[in-house]
């Protein structure tokens, strides 16, 4: 644990990129967390672990890289991750791979299905059977999951996208079941809708030019859910007390219409 001497409380972050991601990441260092940041993108976990050790002042986070679609590679990271910070005590799995352009299931290739899926769900598991031992020797922990609409309707063109994210909702549905009465929290966050990003954000920017609708950047939170806001929702979850756990909560920006999606 020589980049944990503190012992502070240890948290890995799957899928860390400008985001949701990063914006978690940050929000439990400033919580007095070591982070561990894991992604398949060197570049970007090194520019992402910079900002949040400048701003705090000192190395709280350090970068791991891993793909998540491999048992191996995690198995390989976490056990970096346990020598080099500790034990990890809270896990968010936030991974997730998806096509902006839709496809009908006889469009979608089999390798894309399974690459997605892998990502997905497949990823989830590896990584929770990788922390769950450490975590019941405690007698605590946490693990929460980022799932999407796509994880409670299944719409026309996402076939390659939503079935996974289905079976990461049963997969956090199941860690309750199984291990909730041993101190194990986890949940699922349903993401209902556009998240500010580099990729998400820039897309749903160039509809509302093409479609005329460029004063909605002026009020942007209202239509695309903030990362800053959601890492705060994040924290809700892990601070939760015991006789209050939630196991899913759905979260949407104020102008996105759920009862059209049902």
Known sequence: ???????????????????????????FATKG???????????????????????????????????????????????????????????????GSRRFTPRTILETSSEEFENFTR?????????????????LAKGRGTILFTGATGSIRGNAGVSSFSPGKFGLRS???????????????AAHVLVDGPVESDIVGSVVKRRWEKAGESDKVKDKDLYLMQPRDLAGVYWYLYTQPRSTWTQELDVRSQQEQMFSKI
């Open 171 to 185: 997969l956090s549905q199941i860690i309750t079941r199984e291990f909730q009465g041993k101190g194990i929290h």
């Open 1 to 27: 644990m020589s980049l944990n001497r503190e012992s502070k409380p240890v948290l890995a972050v799957i899928g860390v990129g400008p985001g949701i991601g990063e914006a978690v990441s940050h929000h």
């Open 33 to 95: 967390f070591a982070v561990a940041l894991i992604a398949r993108t060197e570049e970007k976990l090194a520019k992402i672990q910079k900002t949040i050790n400048d701003d705090i002042g000192r190395p709280v986070s350090k970068y791991y890289v891993a793909d998540a679609r491999s048992e191996s590679s995690l198995q390989s990271t976490f056990a970096a991750i346990k020598a080099e910070l500790g034990a990890v005590d809270v896990l968010i799995y936030n991974a």
């Open 119 to 135: 990502i997905n769900l497949f990823g989830a598991f590896f990584a929770a059977k990788c922390v769950l031992p450490d975590m």
